[in-house]
């Protein structure tokens, strides 16, 4: 590898890490305003997906289970 393809490499290293803290930093103040939010909301707002943020290191809201879901999943209008 030539030394301009390793500085290359080294630049698109550095931009990753920056968009990573900066998608932690997102999800953690989305939580502190919304703590009642759910986590692919957070994980929405963050710009990636909820499984990344776990494997980042991010605590995330417990799922919701079936009872705390809306009727509307299962077909009843009002």
């Known amino acids: 590898m030539s030394r ?18 900066i998608a932690i930093e997102r999800a953690k103040e989305f939580m502190i305003k919304n703590p009642t939010a759910p986590r692919s909301r957070v994980a929405k707002y963050a710009g990636v997906s909820d499984s990344v943020l776990e494997r ?23």
């Open 56 to 78: 980042w290191g991010v605590e995330l809201p417990k799922p919701i289970t079936d009872k705390q879901r809306t009727p509307w999943r299962i077909g009843h209008m009002i």
């Open 4 to 21: 301009f393809q390793n500085e290359e490499i080294a630049k698109r290293k550095q931009e990753r890490q920056e968009r990573k803290e």
